[in-house]
Antibody
Framework: EVQLVESGGGLVQPGGSLRLSCTAS????????MSWVRQAPGKGLEWVAN????????FYLDSVRGRLTISRDNAKNSIYLQMNTLRAEDTAMYYC??????????????WGQGTMVTVSS | AIQMTQSPSSLSASVGDRVTITCRAS??????LGWYQQKPGKAPKLLIY???SLQSGVPSRFSGSGSGTDFTLTINSLQPEDFATYYC?????????FGQGTKVDIK
């Protein structure tokens, strides 16, 4: 079965750090661009970051650049989101997702179930 | 950043109705747009990619159209399992941006 499983969420104080993991099964992560997408409670979806298959090319939402870092370990079929200097506005469900370039479009075809991050004192 | 204006923000419909949701981009995005369905407590699910291509396994009552700045998701003959929130996403330019969502509920 093709799936993504996130872990690592939890409660953290403002200014704190957390590392999210996302492990793939049923497909080879090496072949895929990967992303993190978040959703604050009761709010809409927000794209956070993308990482190229090899890991060298990354893109970030401006509000997280310099605080959140996407990375991957293809040998472990996993991607990560290192979250530093966390703020209350980072509170959200974090989803990892795979996207597949199709022509000029890049749809997210596989999503994880999400892991919740709560930033609060 | 490209703004995606989705409308309506919510609608009430009955089983069997035809439903139309629109997304307007603040600048041209070719056909680099996808539509996603999200049910409460669940991850989003891809319905349409490249503005009008139906994702494998998605019922044919879902269709998408548009190019440039104006896009439409149509659900023909709404089914009980279609009551959910729908989002558009542009992947033409960074930062990728979602519409604010359209909640479809039962009339």
């Amino acid at each position: 079965e093709v799936q993504l499983v996130e872990s690592g969420g939890g409660l953290v104080q403002p200014g704190g750090s957390l590392r999210l993991s996302c492990t793939a099964s049923g497909f080879i992560l090496t072949d895929s661009w990967m992303s993190w997408v978040r959703q604050a409670p009761g709010k809409g979806l927000e794209w956070v970051a993308n990482i190229h298959q090899g890991g060298a090319i990354k893109f970030y939402l401006d509000s997280v650049r310099g605080r959140l870092t996407i990375s991957r370990d293809n040998a472990k079929n996993s991607i990560y989101l290192q979250m530093n200097t966390l703020r209350a506005e980072d509170t959200a469900m974090y989803y990892c997702a795979r996207f597949i370039p199709i022509g000029t479009s890049d749809p997210f075809d596989i999503w994880g179930q999400g892991t919740m991050v709560t930033v609060s004192s | 950043a490209i703004q995606m204006t989705q409308s309506p923000s919510s609608l009430s419909a009955s089983v069997g109705d035809r439903v139309t949701i629109t997304c307007r981009a603040s600048q041209g995005i070719r056909n680099d747009l996808g539509w996603y369905q999200q049910k409460p407590g669940k991850a989003p699910k891809l319905l349409i990619y490249a503005a009008s291509s139906l994702q494998s396994g998605v019922p044919s009552r879902f269709s998408g159209s548009g190019s440039g700045t104006d896009f439409t998701l149509t659900i023909n003959s709404l089914q009980p399992e279609d009551f959910a929130t729908y989002y558009c996403l542009q992947d033409n330019n960074y930062p990728w941006t979602f519409g604010q969502g359209t909640k479809v509920d039962i009339k």
